[in-house]
């Protein structure tokens, strides 16, 4: 990955010292901590610390996760399970799971199936270790007219007791993993990107919580952390993934993975697990023999807002 100018020295005269030549983060760390120690260092970027509250030097030091060896790597998850555990009193299985070879993933929702119950919404919030206080949820049902696709006129605050409601129906809407994803085109230090199974991620050691993906994003699938999640401890999901679910901090951008500490094993996302209707499918659109392929090539479908052209892997499909 080529480096960024993050981080230039200057001359007293107010010139560059590095005319022409880009500092990254990365170098500027390394030599910075060499000549006087990681503390010091930490205390030199001290202008930026308000944007990574409750993180260690340790952390907010760290480099791009994806550059690092393998045994770099396994030093940061072991660093985060001993984090994880003693705030939590968890120890977490905490992996990273590579994406598969062949593989493509792809998510159809029926929606004449959808009864907008929510229970995809609440079995998100607590597989992915989502904040409880306050509650960040990466799923939004939109209960719509009848006869219309104007999401701008849906309803997301609808009482569950209401549902199903004969004269509307129900549309969920959630990270759509975007073939052509505008919120990492617009994010100034590659904290997120694509992926080779098309789940687009995000290093939250990275992320400097700029919030330009949210404003990107034209399915409001991007969520912000503005305190520090509140997640008890009994609601810990001790399964995590690096670029999943593992907790969150104040500060950095958070959204749905399509569950990959899960479908990167040959799971379902917890969403599809509990849905009652059999409303959401999910699986590789690469095998030309799955639920996923068969459904794009017999049935009615389409996605939405189509016309911004971020080409997305969630659909909507029409059973007849």
């Given at each position: 990955m080529d480096d960024k100018?993050?981080?230039?020295?200057?001359?007293?005269?107010?010139?560059?010292?590095?005319?022409?030549?880009?500092?990254?983060?990365?170098?500027?760390?390394?030599?910075?901590a060499a000549t006087a120690g990681v503390a010091a260092t930490a205390a030199a970027l001290s202008p930026l610390r308000h944007l990574k509250d409750h993180m260690t030097a340790e952390e907010f030091l760290q480099?791009?996760?994806?550059?690092?060896?393998?045994?770099?790597?396994?030093?940061?998850?072991?660093?985060?399970?001993?984090?994880?555990?003693?705030?939590?009193?968890?120890?977490?299985?905490?992996?990273?799971?590579?994406?598969?070879?062949?593989?493509?993933?792809?998510?159809?929702?029926?929606?004449?199936?959808?009864?907008?119950?929510?229970?995809?919404?609440?079995?998100?919030?607590?597989?992915n270790n989502q904040s409880r206080n306050p509650e960040?949820?990466?799923?939004?049902?939109?209960?719509?007219?009848?006869?219309?696709?104007?999401?701008?006129?849906?309803?997301?605050?609808?009482?569950?007791?209401?549902?199903?409601?004969?004269?509307?129906?129900?549309?969920?809407?959630?990270?759509?993993?975007?073939?052509?994803?505008?919120?990492?085109?617009?994010?100034?230090?590659?904290?997120?990107?694509?992926?080779e199974d098309g789940i687009v991620v995000i290093d939250y050691n990275w992320c400097i919580g700029c919030r330009y993906c949210q404003a990107a994003c034209p399915y409001w699938a991007r969520h912000f952390n503005f305190t520090q999640p509140g997640l008890p401890a009994e609601d810990i999901n001790p399964d995590m993934a690096y670029y999943s679910n593992r907790p969150r901090q104040k500060g950095v951008m958070e959204k749905c993975t399509f569950c990959l500490h899960r479908t990167r094993r040959g799971q379902y996302?917890?969403?599809?697990?509990?849905?009652?209707?059999?409303?959401?499918?999910?699986?590789?659109?690469?095998?030309?023999?799955?639920e996923i392929s068969y459904i794009l090539k017999n049935r009615r479908v389409f996605v939405l807002k189509e016309e911004v052209g971020t080409r997305p892997r969630f659909f909507y499909y029409f059973d007849v």
């Open positions: 100018q993050y981080i230039s020295s200057q001359r007293d005269d107010g010139t560059s010292a590095d005319e022409g030549r880009g500092i990254s983060r990365r170098h500027f760390i390394q030599v910075g480099g791009y996760y994806k550059e690092m060896t393998p045994q770099e790597k396994e030093a940061v998850l072991e660093r985060i399970r001993r984090e994880v555990e003693q705030r939590y009193g968890v120890r977490p299985n905490l992996t990273d799971p590579p994406p598969m070879d062949g593989v493509e993933f792809m998510y159809g929702l029926s929606v004449g199936r959808c009864i907008g119950c929510r229970r995809c919404v609440h079995a998100c919030v607590k597989e960040i949820q990466y799923i939004r049902v939109l209960k719509m007219e009848k006869g219309t696709i104007d999401v701008e006129h849906s309803h997301h605050h609808y009482r569950n007791a209401d549902s199903p409601d004969p004269t509307h129906y129900y549309m969920p809407v959630q990270c759509f993993q975007c073939a052509s994803p505008p919120c990492v085109e617009v994010c100034p230090v590659k904290a997120t990107w694509q992926q996302p917890a969403c599809l697990e509990v849905c009652p209707t059999g409303s959401r499918k999910f699986g590789n659109v690469l095998d030309p023999d799955s």
